[in-house]
């Protein structure tokens, strides 16, 4: 089975400030997609970033970056330079590559504080 | 372009009714899903299809069917409700091949009595 953990529930960051969020997964497949979602009040779910298991290198989407510790089930997110509209419920995912079966985590609410 | 839209809003049943939460899309998008949210317990996946006359099983799919004649519409049905089937149910579509973009719709808030 596979699981996705996300264990917090809310993180606070001031603007302009950076600010991780964390999330751990198990599987055991070797060829697999990771991708961090954002939902705002609206509700619609928004791809942020997606790391692919097989790369080595972190991916990156101006602000935001993860760091992909694979041996560690590891998959953490930084957003850089926090803005108001970063406010949102972020949720962690997982996707056994060749499926369309996604996973999600329980979600982190991140407030930005003026 | 509507994106995805879901109907109802809200809704409100008695255990042991039955109903058909809608979905359509007009993306031309093969996937379409449906996932329910609970606090605490993040998005799950019930069901989903790849393409009209294709579906198959999430994560949570025991007391939900799902059909799908066309590539637009992709309809839930709770064929007996319980207490436990209150959630926020959504519906997702996108594209196939290479992309993890998916389209949400704005949710139906189900509860059950």
């Known amino acids: 089975a596979q699981t996705v953990t996300q264990s917090q529930p809310e993180m606070s960051v001031q603007e302009a400030e950076t600010v991780t969020l964390s999330c751990t997964y198990d599987t055991s497949e070797s060829d697999y997609y990771l991708f961090w979602y954002k939902q705002p009040p609206s509700r619609q779910m928004i791809l942020v970033i997606r790391q692919e298991a097989y790369k080595q290198q972190n991916a990156t989407e101006n602000r935001f970056s993860v760091n992909f510790q694979k041996a560690a089930k590891s998959f953490s997110l930084k957003i850089s330079d926090s803005q108001l509209g970063d406010a949102a419920m972020y949720f962690c995912?997982?996707?056994?590559?060749?499926?369309?079966?996604?996973?999600f985590g329980t979600g982190t609410r991140l407030k930005v504080l003026a | 372009n509507a994106g995805v839209t879901q109907t109802p809003k809200f809704q409100v049943l008695k255990t042991g009714q039955s109903m058909t939460l809608q979905c359509a899309q007009d993306?031309?998008?093969?996937?379409m899903s449906w996932y329910r949210q609970d606090p605490g317990m993040g998005l799950r996946l019930i069901h989903y299809s790849v393409g009209a006359g294709i579906t198959d099983q999430g994560e949570v799919p025991n007391g939900y069917n799902v059909s799908r004649s066309t590539t637009e519409d992709f309809p839930l049905r709770l064929l007996s409700a319980a207490p436990s089937q209150t959630s926020v149910y959504f519906c997702?579509?996108?594209?196939?091949?290479?992309?993890?973009?998916?389209?949400f719709g704005p949710g139906t808030r189900l509860t059950v009595l």
């Open positions: 993306m031309n998008h093969e996937y």
């Open positions: 995912a997982l996707r056994r590559s060749g499926t369309y079966k996604y996973i």
């Open positions: 997702a579509s996108k594209g196939l091949g290479d992309t993890d973009t998916q389209y």
